[in-house]
């Protein structure tokens, strides 16, 4: 019984969020009028990205820091694709190498700045968020390129549609309906950032985020893990620039959308259970946060207009829903950090 009591503590922010996910998206499928396979890939598809920038600002958060720059390196890493995946067959797959390499160099980036310029996170990630949209819009003055359309349709959709597209297969049977998108996340978590989280870098950046101090004076490398986490970042950053030209197979330097992405990214690591203040939580409760905003957006789409609440399918009113239901939904996730009385109690 203690142990399952201990269980819940030290993981109530990921339930938490899986318990909102499931009551808002459950919620959208039971107004959904065709709801199905088709739809879930079309879901999943319009969630990844924002996915992949949540898990990319997770990472420094657990070393006590926030990174304004992950949506600009985002925007960055798209514009880069444009130009490097506009090929076929292995100069694609070396586009991608390229731009995740991209990707992971801004983390490492901005790690340098925190670590050797001794400047606190939020303002060092400010300015070199700027610095990337600058190069963003250095490449992509204009949206443009024209990534391969088969590879862009095989890679932002199923099983079946991929095995097509080439002349792999026709049918995969019952596995043929799996998103490519959630294979993509899959292969992300267990190849990266599991093996992240056990090694002694990872370890180590939970260890900064609950007593900097007290990790330095227990061995802790303390720059390398702040360095190695900003680079994760990053990479996970260019996770998302990838994905995205793979959907839209352009790029645009879009300053906007990627101060919305950076804005979006913090709500869902603390709708994740991840706390602020460092130290404690992980990129799966952030999954589950990111999924849970973009499931808000959902149920817009499906209220029926001539209903009691058809009110709220008006566009004009939807921004203001969405933040109600979005302050509520942080609210929930960062109650247990409001709680306590003392901040050591979140990492026991």
Known sequence: MKTIRLYLSQNAGLLLAIGMFAVIYLTYVSMHPHYGMNVVTQNINE????????????????????????????TLVNCFGSVVMAGTGGSIALGIIAALALGAAGGFFNGCIVVYGRIQPIIATLATGAIYIGLALFLRPTPGGNVN??????????????????????????????????????????????????????????AIGSAEGAAYMSGVRVNRSKLAAFTLGGFFAGCAGVYLT?????????????????????????????????????????????????????????????????????????PLFEGIILLLAVSLGAARVFRVRNRLSLFT
């Open 47 to 74: 969630t990844l990205a924002l996915i992949f920038v949540s898990m990319a600002q997770t990472v420094p958060v657990l070393v006590g820091g926030l990174d304004l720059s992950v949506g600009p390196l985002m």
């Open 246 to 318: 793979m959907q839209m197979g352009s790029g645009n330097a879009d300053a906007p959308q990627a101060a919305e992405y950076t804005l979006r990214s913090i709500a869902a690591v603390v709708i994740g259970g991840t706390s602020l203040f460092g130290g404690t939580g992980g990129v799966i409760g952030t999954i589950f946060g990111a999924m849970v905003l973009r499931s808000i957006s959902f149920i817009f789409r499906v209220v029926p207009e001539d209903s009691a609440f058809g009110f709220v399918a008006s566009p004009l009113l939807q």
């Open 149 to 206: 359309g088969d590879f862009s349709w095989a890679f932002t959709n199923d099983i079946n549609e991929l095995g097509l597209t080439y002349g792999w297969f026709d049918d995969a049977g019952i596995f043929g309906v799996i998103p490519i998108q959630f294979i993509i996340l899959l292969l992300i978590i267990v190849v990266v950032w599991i093996p992240f989280r056990r090694s002694t870098l990872g370890r180590g950046c939970y």
